[in-house]
């Protein structure tokens, strides 16, 4: 089983910056792909970013040039650095980790662009 908390979320202007956290229950990352996800009321949970336990990254189209995503594996901590914020980028972001069938979900963390 594993466990994974967020932080980091936030009311922050547009042009703004913010960094999430998503610590996980043990050194996990050599197994599992972690990845950012996103989700608004009425719309489709979207794949932010992803670091797959091989070390590569992808990004959205819409989040790319604007967002990093890094990992500390000697704290087994996720990041999500978002830089430039708009407000479409509004929304609960979620940590995940997943491996073949096996999916875990952090419970989420608010993100809010507004002046």
């Known amino acids: 089983q594993v466990q994974l908390v967020e932080s980091g979320g936030g009311l922050v202007q547009p042009g703004g910056s913010l960094r999430l956290s998503c610590a996980a229950s043990g050194n996990i990352f050599s197994i599992y792909d972690m990845a950012w996800y996103r989700h608004t009321p009425g719309k489709q949970r979207e794949l932010v970013a992803v670091?797959?336990?091989?070390?590569?990254?992808n990004y959205a189209d819409s989040v790319k040039g604007r967002f990093t995503i890094s990992r500390d594996n000697a704290k087994n901590t996720v990041y999500l650095q978002m830089n430039s914020l708009k407000p479409e980028d509004t929304a609960v972001y979620y940590c995940n980790a997943a491996k073949w069938t096996n999916s875990y979900w952090g419970q989420g963390t608010q993100v809010t662009v507004s002046s």
């Open positions: 670091f797959t336990s091989g070390g590569r990254t």
